[in-house]
């Protein structure tokens, strides 16, 4: 896999595309079930099958589309609790398809990339915890083409200095301070004060 061409990909996608960068992506209903499904997973007194009954009951209750219970049960089969990752290859596959069930069925081209950014956003997430961390940059990279939101740039970040790229992850960082819009430069400042991924690029430790 060339490294170069897919940091190439990602510096032309942010120099190019900054003013497109958004700052949120979900609903709210899709954003309060994926914050009480975070909450559950952080709770070991929660058993993995009753969170998963939980994310069947809000598809149910009619709180959640399809795709996005597909999306929540893959982030319990990812969870360090769990680590099933043959299964979430899987729900993977499930949701890329019912993606494409949505474009056969006149959904917006728009709506169609946003989705499979996600779907991406997940394949880097999965390698990344696999330890494939060129081939989570890869997909990390697709999603950011696809679509110019936070979450994703900041998983491209993490995954430059998980492969010890660190200064091409601070050329990166630098070129969003300058070129995009505050509250996403905020929104990055707030991560990397929080995630233990982008500890590297926090104050303390420029040189």
Same mark, same amino acid.
């Given at each position: ?15 190019? *595309? ?23 997973? %952080? ?9 998963? @009954? ?7 209750? +009619? *709180? ?12 319990? %089969? ?10 979430? +290859? @899987? ?5 890329? &398809? ?5 474009? *056969?069925? +006149? &959904? ?9 950014? %996600? ?21 990390? %990279? ?21 492969? +010890? ?20 430069? *905020? ?21």
């Amino acid at each position: 896999m060339d490294y170069n061409a897919i940091l190439e990909r990602i510096l032309n996608t942010v120099d190019r *595309e900054a003013y497109r960068f958004s700052g949120s992506h979900l609903s709210q209903p899709d954003a309060a079930a994926q914050k009480k499904v975070h909450e559950a997973l %952080a709770n070991p007194s929660i058993d993995l099958d009753l969170i998963q @009954r939980m994310v069947d009951q809000f598809h149910a209750n +009619g *709180e959640i589309d399809e795709i996005s219970r597909l999306s929540l049960l893959f982030v319990v %089969a990812a969870h360090p609790r769990a680590k099933d990752y043959a299964r979430a +290859g @899987r729900l993977l596959g499930e949701r890329e &398809t019912a993606v494409w069930g949505r474009a *056969e069925r +006149g &959904t917006n081209d728009a709506e169609i990339e946003r989705m499979l950014a %996600a779907v991406d956003r997940h394949r880097g997430a999965l390698a990344f915890l696999m330890g494939r961390y060129a081939h989570a940059l890869d997909h990390f %990279a697709r999603a950011l083409e696809r679509e110019r939101i936070a979450d994703n740039l900041q998983n491209v970040l993490a995954t430059l200095l998980r492969l +010890g790229e660190e200064d091409d992850a601070r050329e990166l960082l630098g070129q969003v301070r300058l070129s995009y819009p505050a509250p996403v430069v *905020e929104h990055l400042d707030r991560v990397i004060q929080e995630d233990p991924d982008l500890a590297l690029l926090r104050q303390e430790h420029l040189p």
